[in-house]
């Protein structure tokens, strides 16, 4: 995947107008990837511009890839519904707000939930440089989303990468008002097992409050999957020029881990039976699809004399369902 175009520059502006000197920039890219590693707070860090500057172009483009590929499986499994309304939660810069965009051109009114004052004023000036209406006129709203009254309905609601910043005896009850004040609610975390199994705590919440699962979980029994296991997907998304720099590294992309869960109190129609859970194991004329099904875990091995469906499975990839429809 690639940034769009209004999207990098946003980043190059701000990063410009934050002035921080490259070797400032490229220490706190360091000490942001330790925390994310250790699966701190990716942003408390100390609000400072070379931290914020280095949210944005390390740990923007990640995000906003992941949260670009959960929102497409929602997508293709309500392939009718089109959201008008947003609700970004725990915003950071607006990167849910412009994922979103680049999934459905529906679009029409977003707000954005931030704590962090610093945060939110370089997301709004970001927004401004935005080629959708609704980044442009996007609200943003400074509230903490474990108190406050910063709910409003909306079609969408999304928390990406923010669970695991709140406490954790908050976390059910922020949970149960997502999916209670949207059509679909969607929740993005670092594709870790940590983060995985917040997502399945999650899960559990949504599910008692009434929800039931759009994705990826091709059913709303107990989840299949045994430690040491555990549900995540990638995305790839393309480095800039400034980020290969400050992280001093080679590699034109990166796949960023991430793990989902996106529900709905209406009535769902999933597109498959079962989810990819791993890269197919492609051996000569033999392809084994490992695969979340509504009986467990499976193993699907669809080889070459299969004519069609050996077709299907050299296409299907890593989170995508199976077969295709
Ligand atoms: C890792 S960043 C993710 C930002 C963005 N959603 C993304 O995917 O890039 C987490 C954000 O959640 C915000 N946050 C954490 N706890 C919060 C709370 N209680 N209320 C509102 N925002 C919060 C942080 O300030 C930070 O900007």
Known sequence: MNL????????????????VEHRELAAAATRLSRRYREGGPATGLDGSPAAIAAYLVTRLPAT??????????????????????????????????????????????????EQDPRMLAVGRRMAQRAQPPAVRGARWLASDVTRGDWQQPADLVVAAYVLGELPPAARARFIERLVTMATVAVVVEPGTPEGSARVLAAREV?????????????????????????????????????????????APYEDEKFSYGAWTREPVDRPGPARVLRHPRIDPGRITLSLCTMDGTALETVTARDRLPFK?????????TWPPA
């Open 4 to 19: 769009t175009d209004d999207l990098q520059s946003a980043i190059a502006d701000e990063v410009a107008a934050l002035a």
């Open 64 to 113: 906003w890839a992941a949260t670009v590929a959960a929102l497409s499986a929602v997508a293709d499994a309500r392939p009718a519904w089109h959201p008008r309304t947003l609700l970004d939660v725990g915003g950071g810069p607006g990167t849910v707000l412009w994922a979103t965009t680049s999934v459905w051109g529906s679009l029409e009114r977003a707000a954005v939930v």
């Open 206 to 250: 949504a599910l008692a409050a009434g929800g039931r699962t759009v994705a990826p979980c091709p059913h709303d029994e107990a989840c299949p999957l045994a430690r040491p296991d555990w549900c995540h997907f990638a995305a790839r998304v393309n480095r800039t020029k400034l980020h290969r720099q400050i992280k001093g590294a080679q």
């Open 312 to 320: 299907a499975a050299r296409k299907v990839s890593w989170g995508q």
